[in-house]
């Protein structure tokens, strides 16, 4: 009897990624529920369609999420996603207060999105460089796990759009949330905060700068619930200061937003950097720094309160709960010699963009003014964590007029790049702006068709003479077969690639040139 291999198509995917429907409703573990019974995992995209609903049965993960016509119900598991979520029903993808969500990064994520059906949750862990945003309330307070953990910002910036805010009013909630300048919340974080148990860290930052903001409780029964907000901007009513209690004025670079929703009065603590106090050392910040507040309206002013400098820990606090409820918070200088009113910010920066045209970048930014610039540096990165210098273009150095700048970028890299900008003072202190990605895409196109059960036709085009990789290869790794060529610029090559093996099995079919890489897997099935 002889036995006749033949192959059927499964699916096709960029970048060593693979595309899995949903066949039916179902368990996601359960291999009937996708099309070719392969149950998904970190390294496949999946597309729900036909108004199948699938149910995690266990913790699970994946890259990028089609929700066609369909709903994904995380349940009572982790859910770990390392792409985003597209399609009509990108919103029918619901969590409960049991559910966690990692949102994952091989490198080139783009932001993340947070589906309105995720809104009550149990844990939320970022590990992308280009964060996410979230544009309804995210509440994550019903259900707290036994380690108290239900934030875990590794890498990444929280966006609240839309003023949404951030629930964490169980008292269970770990006391110190740590943050930093490259994962924060940015927005509005509500804490519900026990008496006597030490000062509770709330996560807040703002453009590229995290700056937290802890409160503690000497007394006050029931909820004692707070909000906090974080602004990197002029403070609100900065012209307006009382120098009989703060003659160094105060800090013109950020402030608090503090908002008492119920309890009693607080003891307050503000976080600091080195950066923010240039030329001054920390004997003179022991000396001059308080915490500085006003209602909006009147001058900002010291409450009486006593108060501690930790210059190794980089923080203000009161020694113990404060009277004053005023909106508004920063740093304040008690010492005439210590005018931390004259540092601004040195540039302020109105808009940073990056655009793809013809194979290039368009880099542009405005300031709408600066002070003491010398000069600002382009900045490019492959993975958003290490950057190199492309360009160097001379500031305005003082001006109070909105200056515009621009620089192409004629050799940008292929795929998804990260571009910022740093500046520069005449002091060379340097600040930099927000992380902005660009999508470029590849210089060369692959595509694959079947033409019969044991040939694969592959075309193969390229505007740059390349070099390219071709294999065959087992899911085990094993290579079956393998070549190399070159492909020159702008002639399609058409390979076909026969494909006759005994065994039942998949195989995944691997094109590679310099400026892309594409995949296909297939499943050779035995018929006689």
């Known amino acids: 009897m002889r036995i006749i291999p033949t192959i059927l ?23 009937g529920t996708w099309v070719g019974g392969i149950v998904p995992s970190s390294t496949d995209d999946i597309e729900i369609i036909s108004g199948h609903e699938i149910s995690l049965s266990a913790n699970a993960s994946v890259e990028d999420i089609i929700m066609t016509n369909g709903k994904l119900q995380i349940l009572d598991y982790s859910f770990s ?21 990692s949102i994952e990064d091989k490198g080139n994520a783009l932001n993340f999105t947070f589906p309105k059906g995720i809104q009550r949750i149990q844990k939320i862990s970022i590990n992308r460089i280009a964060g996410a945003t979230c544009p309804h309330n995210l509440d994550l307070d019903d259900n707290v796990p ?56 709330y996560p807040v930052g703002d453009d590229d700068i995290c700056r937290p903001f802890g409160i503690g409780l000497q007394n006050g029964n029931g909820d004692n619930i707070y909000e906090i907000e974080f602004i990197k901007n002029t403070p609100v009513n900065n012209n307006n200061v009382d120098y009989s209690k703060l003659p160094g004025g105060i800090s013109q670079l950020y402030y608090w937003r503090h908002e008492v929703i119920s309890g009693a009065n607080t003891q307050r603590r503000i976080y600091y950097e080195l950066s923010d106090f240039p030329n001054i050392s920390n004997a003179n910040l022991l000396g001059a720094l308080t ?72 880099i542009s930014w405005e300031t709408a003014s600066e002070i003491n610039n010398a000069f600002f540096t382009i900045e490019r990165s492959q993975d958003g964590v290490t950057f190199t210098s492309l360009k160097t273009i001379l500031g305005a150095g003082n001006s109070n007029s909105p200056t515009s700048y621009s620089f192409i970028d004629t050799t940008p890299l292929s795929g998804l790049s990260y571009y910022r900008l740093k500046q520069t003072d005449y002091n060379s202190n340097h600040t930099y702006s927000a992380v902005t990605e660009v999508q470029l895409k590849p210089r060369a196109h692959i595509s694959f068709s079947k033409i019969s059960s044991s040939e694969i036709k592959c075309i193969i085009e390229s505007a740059d003479p390349d070099e390219v990789y071709i294999a065959i290869i087992r899911t085990n790794g094993q290579i079956i077969n393998q070549k190399s060529t070159i492909i020159f610029p702008n002639i399609p090559m058409e390979i076909i690639l026969h494909i006759n093996y005994s065994e039942s099995e998949y195989v995944i079919i691997y094109v590679k040139t310099n400026s892309i890489s594409q995949k296909i897997k297939y499943k050779i099935t035995n018929t006689q």
């Open 9 to 31: 198509f499964l699916f096709i995917w960029s970048f060593g990624i693979s595309q899995i429907q949903s066949n039916t409703s179902g368990n996601w573990n359960n291999s």
């Open 81 to 101: 996603i390392y792409g985003n979520i597209s399609g009509a029903y990108s919103d029918s993808i619901i969590s409960t207060a049991s559910s966690q969500l």
């Open 146 to 201: 036994n380690d108290s953990i239900v934030l875990i910002l590794s890498k990444g910036i929280i966006e609240l759009s839309n003023s949404s805010i951030l629930y964490l009013n169980s008292k269970s909630i770990k006391q110190n949330i740590l943050c930093s300048d490259s994962s924060f919340i940015d927005g509005i974080v509500q804490r519900n905060i026990p008496k006597t148990s030490g000062i509770y860290v």
């Open 291 to 362: 915490l500085a507040n006003t209602d909006g309206v009147t001058d900002w002013t010291t409450p009486t309160t006593g108060w501690t400098v930790d210059t190794i820990n980089n923080w203000v606090q009161f020694d113990n709960a404060n009277a004053s409820n005023n909106e508004y918070w920063t740093f304040g200088s008690i010492l005439s010699s210590i005018l931390i009113e004259d540092i601004f910010l040195p540039i302020t920066l109105l808009s940073f963009n990056a655009h793809t045209a013809d194979n290039q970048v368009l």
